[in-house]
């Protein structure tokens, strides 16, 4: 049988492109992986709603004109299946020692751990987050934003089985081995934690989610583009079907913030209130406050950049110099690809001051990506500020200094405002509150999360979307709730 890439296979019981039906070995391993998966999904999914029939997306191709149906699906009857990208011909790796050569079908040897060790960060990531969403269904402020949560999740998990299947198909007994091991781990769990910080955070409201999936989301997207540009061709495959899939999710966070801004400023023009600072004023209106919004930004966004390591790092010009891990935009890139002469600036703590500082580019691998990753973060921003802006309010949201709140790098044993202003102990511990969401912040955002279940209703604290689902108006019925 040979099968066309484009589209999916589904009758096998993992749907897939990648001719599992002829790949005994590899089916019967996924096969035995699945009942495990199920469990999770059942114990760490969505808790509630698994009985009801939501309007979700499901891959039948993987042509970028076309790929995805829309239908009502139970979510435990998700198809979850393995999707590569198609095989693009004689495509040579395009970066690293072996620029040049044919990209690699098989893991060569000598890269064995570290590959596989990049495949099992990643794919950590995915369960996780749905891990920390799974509270979300209960408070959805629409059924349109349950229906986005569930479908981030089920993609999320099909994430999973992506990168469970390159760790079966290409690393023996070891893969197998870690596959299970992505089952086991859990969201912050005293005992047996995700790998990264921002992934055993809790997601407490929704006001944390739309911004998870704005700059945590974002995070993955820089990391999928540069593991699709990978020698090793099967993870490139992967990762590009993936960054499909993850546009919705950064649309689902950039749009979802930016209906809780549009709801804030309607009301506070709709009040008469001409200061946005005035915090309890605001908060009277049932709306949540612009200063707020930018205290989670701050936490969500520094908490995304610790994912990106540390500045200066070996191991990031060991993945680069192996032809595994490549740069944001890579072949867009003119340069010899190799990083040979090159240096890159990279801000550094030097003698108590913020300086930037050149490094061989090689080793500021982390350090660029941050900056790709920061100004993509921008343009959403822009959009934010617009509605603001439109309102008639002169308030701004703000990235804030790269100094500011970090667990991981040059920064993580100093204070610094939001500004980039370096800070002693006892000015944090006083100033914390002003930019980071305190438990009083917490507790009022927790008081808006009542859930809206009603056909085409929306919570009071965020205006309905513009456009549908699908095409759908705002007020189809995204989710049919079982009773
Ligand atoms: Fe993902
Ligand atoms: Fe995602």
Same mark, same amino acid.
């Given at each position: 049988?040979?099968?066309?890439?484009?589209?999916?296979?589904?009758?096998?019981?993992?749907?897939?492109?990648?001719?599992?039906?002829?790949?005994?070995?590899?089916?019967?391993?996924?096969?035995?992986?699945?009942?495990?998966?199920?469990?999770?999904?059942?114990?760490?999914?969505?808790?509630?709603?698994?009985?009801?029939?939501?309007?979700?997306?499901?891959?039948?191709?993987?042509?970028?004109?076309?790929?995805?149906?829309?239908?009502?699906?139970?979510?435990?009857?998700?198809?979850?299946?393995?999707?590569?990208?198609?095989?693009?011909?004689?495509?040579?790796?395009?970066?690293?020692?072996?620029?040049?050569?044919?990209?690699?079908?098989?893991?060569?040897?000598?890269?064995?751990?570290?590959?596989?060790?990049?495949?099992?960060?990643?794919?950590?990531?995915?369960?996780?987050?749905?891990?920390?969403?799974?509270?979300?269904?209960?408070?959805?402020?629409?059924?349109?934003?349950?229906?986005?949560?569930?479908?981030?999740?089920?993609?999320?998990?099909?994430?999973?089985?992506?990168?469970?299947?390159?760790?079966?198909?290409?690393?023996?007994?070891?893969?197998?081995?870690?596959?299970?091991?992505?089952?086991?781990?859990?969201?912050?769990?005293?005992?047996?934690?995700?790998?990264?910080?921002?992934?055993?955070?809790?997601?407490?409201?929704?006001?944390?989610?739309?911004?998870?999936?704005?700059?945590?989301?974002?995070?993955?997207?820089?990391?999928?583009?540069?593991?699709?540009?990978?020698?090793?061709?099967?993870?490139?495959?992967?990762?590009?079907?993936?960054?499909?899939?993850?546009?919705?999710?950064?649309?689902?966070?950039?749009?979802?913030?930016?209906?809780?801004?549009?709801?804030?400023?309607?009301?506070?023009?709709?009040?008469?209130?001409?200061?946005?600072?005035?915090?309890?004023?605001?908060?009277?209106?049932?709306?949540?406050?612009?200063?707020?919004?930018?205290? %989670?930004?701050?936490? *969500?966004? =520094?908490?995304?950049? $610790?994912?990106?390591?540390?500045?200066? !790092? &070996?191991?990031?010009?060991?993945?680069?110099?192996?032809?595994? %891990?490549?740069?944001? *935009?890579? =072949?867009?890139?003119? $340069?010899?690809?190799?990083?040979?002469? !090159? &240096?890159?600036?990279?801000?550094?703590?030097?003698?108590?001051?913020?300086?930037?500082?050149?490094?061989?580019?090689?080793?500021?691998?982390?350090?660029?990506?941050?900056?790709?990753?920061?100004?993509?973060?921008?343009?959403?921003?822009?959009?934010?500020?617009?509605?603001?802006?439109?309102?008639?309010?002169?308030?701004?949201?703000?990235?804030?200094?790269?100094?500011?709140?970090?667990?991981?790098?040059?920064?993580?044993?100093?204070?610094?405002?939001?500004?980039?202003?370096?800070?002693?102990?006892?000015?944090?511990?006083?100033?914390?509150?002003?930019?980071?969401?305190?438990?009083?912040?917490?507790?009022?955002?927790?008081?808006?999360?009542?859930?809206?279940?009603?056909?085409?209703?929306?919570?009071?604290?965020?205006?309905?979307?513009?456009?549908?689902?699908?095409?759908?108006?705002?007020?189809?019925?995204?989710?049919?709730?079982?009773?």
């Amino acid at each position: 049988m040979n099968m066309n890439i484009m589209n999916v296979d589904y009758s096998t019981k993992i749907p897939n492109n990648v001719n599992l039906a002829e790949d005994r070995q590899v089916l019967k391993a996924l096969e035995g992986w699945h009942p495990g998966y199920v469990d999770w999904w059942n114990d760490m999914g969505p808790e509630g709603f698994q009985q009801s029939l939501v309007y979700l997306r499901t891959a039948y191709s993987v042509d970028p004109r076309g790929w995805a149906k829309f239908d009502y699906v139970k979510m435990p009857d998700y198809r979850w299946g393995i999707l590569l990208a198609p095989q693009e011909e004689d495509r040579k790796i395009p970066f690293g020692e072996h620029y040049g050569e044919p990209a690699w079908q098989e893991v060569p040897g000598e890269y064995r751990a570290l590959m596989r060790r990049l495949i099992v960060i990643q794919g950590d990531t995915e369960p996780a987050s749905v891990e920390q969403q799974r509270h979300l269904g209960k408070t959805a402020p629409s059924l349109y934003d349950m229906r986005n949560l569930f479908q981030v999740n089920v993609e999320e998990g099909r994430h999973l089985w992506a990168m469970v299947y390159l760790l079966q198909k290409y690393f023996g007994r070891d893969g197998r081995e870690e596959a299970d091991e992505l089952l086991r781990r859990r969201s912050g769990d005293a005992d047996s934690p995700r790998m990264l910080g921002a992934f055993n955070e809790k997601t407490p409201d929704w006001l944390s989610f739309f911004m998870f999936t704005y700059f945590t989301d974002r995070d993955g997207k820089m990391q999928l583009h540069s593991l699709a540009q990978s020698g090793f061709d099967p993870l490139s495959r992967t990762c590009r079907f993936m960054l499909t899939e993850e546009a919705h999710h950064m649309f689902v966070g950039e749009t979802g913030v930016g209906r809780v801004i549009q709801r804030t400023v309607e009301a506070m023009r709709e009040a008469g209130i001409d200061d946005p600072t005035d915090i309890a004023k605001v908060r009277a209106l049932g709306v949540i406050d612009l200063p707020t919004i930018q205290k %989670k930004l701050n936490l *969500h966004y =520094t908490l995304s950049l $610790d994912l990106f390591g540390s500045e200066v !790092s &070996t191991n990031a010009a060991n993945a680069f110099n192996a032809g595994i %891990k490549g740069r944001y *935009h890579e =072949t867009q890139i003119q $340069d010899d690809h190799q990083l040979k002469n !090159s &240096t890159y600036p990279v801000l550094k703590l030097v003698d108590g001051e913020i300086k930037r500082v050149d490094e061989p580019a090689l080793t500021a691998l982390n350090m660029r990506l941050r900056d790709d990753y920061s100004q993509d973060c921008v343009k959403g921003l822009l959009r934010w500020n617009k509605i603001i802006t439109t309102a008639g309010y002169d308030f701004q949201l703000k990235l804030p200094h790269t100094a500011f709140h970090r667990a991981i790098g040059e920064f993580k044993d100093v204070h610094a405002t939001p500004d980039g202003i370096l800070i002693d102990e006892g000015t944090w511990a006083k100033r914390k509150g002003d930019w980071l969401p305190s438990a009083d912040d917490g507790a009022y955002i927790s008081s808006l999360m009542k859930p809206v279940t009603e056909i085409g209703e929306y919570a009071s604290w965020i205006a309905p979307p513009k456009v549908g689902i699908d095409n759908k108006p705002g007020d189809f019925e995204y989710v049919k709730i079982e009773t």
